[in-house]
Nanobody, 124 residues
Framework: QVQLIESGGGSVQAGGSLRLSCEAS????????MGWFRQAPGKEREFVAK????????AYADSVKGRFTISRDNGKSSEYLQMNSLKPEDTAVYFC?????????????????WGQGTQVTVSS
């Protein structure tokens, strides 16, 4: 059974930082690109960042570029999202996801497995 378990969410003031983690089990982690998505209340789930199976390539949404950094540790079957200079508009539930392709996609439908999400709240 595949499980993706996120952690590290919480409440922070604008300008602060958080680091999200996602630990995977039940799959061959190096076969999967990994991504982060987020969903704010009343909005669709949107792409945030992705990393290739070996972490050699990454991509970001324009809204987080320069502030967020995605990384992965294949030895720990984990991925991470370092979020700096947080803004109130970053408030959302953040999901990690696994895509059985080398670099992964930008769409929700590209991903095969999802975590349950972790809440990030940024206050002004």
């Amino acid at each position: 059974q595949v499980q993706l378990i996120e952690s590290g969410g919480g409440s922070v003031q604008a300008g602060g930082s958080l680091r999200l983690s996602c630990e995977a089990s039940g799959l061959s982690f190096t076969n999967y690109a990994m991504g982060w998505f987020r969903q704010a209340p009343g909005k669709e789930r949107e792409f945030v960042a992705k990393a290739a199976w070996d972490g050699s390539r990454t991509a970001y949404a324009d809204s987080v570029k320069g502030r967020f950094t995605i990384s992965r540790d294949n030895g720990k079957s984990s991925e991470y999202l370092q979020m700096n200079s947080l803004k109130p508009e970053d408030t959302a539930v953040y999901f990690c996801a696994a895509d059985l392709h080398i670099f992964g996609g930008y769409r929700v439908s590209d991903y095969d497995y999802w975590g349950q999400g972790t809440q990030v709240t940024v206050s002004s």
